[in-house]
């Protein structure tokens, strides 16, 4: 397939159920996966410098450089 330009051939096995790829474009992964975080309650941050990360049964909480 053409990925960036450089013909790679496809892979022989893909670790998926289904014998076939799609692709999407990444404007609409962001979309979907932004949808779907705030579905869950998440807030979103952009251009943050993430110097923390904790996870417990609760859920994950991400320290950021500014304290928050």
Same mark, same amino acid.
């Given at each position: 397939?053409?990925?960036?330009?450089?013909?790679? %051939?496809?892979? /022989? #096995? $893909?670790?998926?159920?289904?014998?076939?790829? =799609?692709? &999407?474009?990444? %404007?609409?992964? /962001? #979309? $979907?996966?932004?949808?779907?975080?705030?579905? =869950?309650? &998440?807030?979103?941050?952009?251009?943050?410098?993430?110097?923390?990360?904790?996870?417990?049964?609760?859920?994950?909480?991400?320290?950021?450089?500014?304290?928050?």
């Amino acid at each position: 397939g053409l990925f960036g330009g450089v013909m790679k %051939p496809w892979p /022989e #096995r $893909l670790d998926t159920a289904h014998p076939y790829g =799609l692709a &999407t474009p990444q %404007p609409v992964t /962001e #979309r $979907l996966l932004n949808e779907r975080a705030l579905e =869950l309650g &998440t807030e979103i941050r952009r251009g943050s410098e993430v110097i923390g990360i904790g996870q417990d049964e609760d859920g994950v909480t991400v320290e950021l450089a500014d304290g928050t």
